[in-house]
Structures are given as structure tokens and as C-alpha cells.
């Protein structure tokens, strides 16, 4: 029996073992670009946070700083992935509601369900863990 092929059409075990790599570096560089942009133009930021009418808008810039930046380098190296990617959906989710949720106008309406096709694949991460190449390696 040949033990190092784990479905004929997904190759090598080794080869699946970087999948869910692939996949958090993936996801996290959405993240990962959003914050340092964010970071190069604080201003403008909170001024967005504050048109949305939210509260505090110096606050929600720090936290989307913590959240995308220090959640996407958690998901980049798969350190407490689980509760990592379900902060991560939250937040996105949250973004999708606060930020993008003009559905009648075609831009928001597709970075609304981007944000949850982007939380559905962090649930994914919830649900399956980090894989073998992470500090969680599950």
C-alpha cells in the first residue's frame, strides 16, 4: 500500500502538509497590506472610521492596527490560529457592516461579500486549525 499519497487527485502528503500554509499566508496578506496602509496614513483613516459614524475613532484605528497587523503575522506563523482567524472573521465581517453595506452601489456590494467570502475561508482555519506547518501544528 503506498502510504505517501493521500487522494489521487490532491498528490504527496507532504504536498497537502503546505496547503493550509499557502493558505493562511494568503489569506493574512489582505490583512497584513490593509494594516501597514492604514499605518502610513492615520489621518485619513480615523477619518473614515469617524464618517461611518462609529465612536471613537482613534480607538477603532488602533484596534484594526492590532487586529491586522499582529492577527495577520498570528496567521502567517499559526500561533493560537483558532482564535486568531475567529478574531479575524469578526472583525471582517464587522468591516463588511460598518464600511461596505451600500449593496445598491456595485463597489460595496462586492467588498461586502468579499469580506464574507474572506471570513468564510477564516472559518475554514476555525474549524481545521493551522496544519502541520505552524507553532500549533494541528
Known amino acids: 500500500m503506498n502510504t505517501t499519497t493521500a487522494s489521487p487527485t490532491l498528490g504527496t502528503t507532504s ?15 489582505i490583512f497584513l497590506l490593509s494594516g501597514l496602509s492604514k499605518l502610513t496614513a492615520p ?8 464618517s461611518a459614524g462609529l465612536p471613537l475613532p482613534e480607538v477603532g484605528y488602533a484596534i484594526a492596527l492590532l487586529v491586522e497587523i499582529v492577527g495577520g503575522l498570528l496567521l502567517v506563523v499559526g500561533y493560537h490560529t483558532r482564535v486568531v ?12 457592516i460598518f464600511f461596505h453595506n451600500t449593496l445598491g452601489d456595485q463597489n460595496q456590494f462586492i467588498h461586502f461579500f468579499k469580506n ?3 471570513a468564510g475561508g477564516l472559518l475554514q482555519v476555525v474549524a481545521f486549525g493551522a496544519g502541520r506547518l505552524s507553532f500549533d501544528k494541528n
Do not use: Q
Not at 504536498?15 to 496578506?29: K, N, Y
Open 15 to 29: 504536498t497537502i502538509g503546505v496547503l493550509p500554509l499557502i493558505a493562511r499566508v494568503s489569506i493574512a496578506a
Open 43 to 50: 489621518a485619513g483613516t480615523i477619518g473614515y472610521i469617524a
Open 85 to 96: 482567524a475567529a478574531a479575524l472573521a469578526l472583525f471582517t465581517v464587522a468591516a463588511a
Open 116 to 118: 464574507l467570502a474572506i
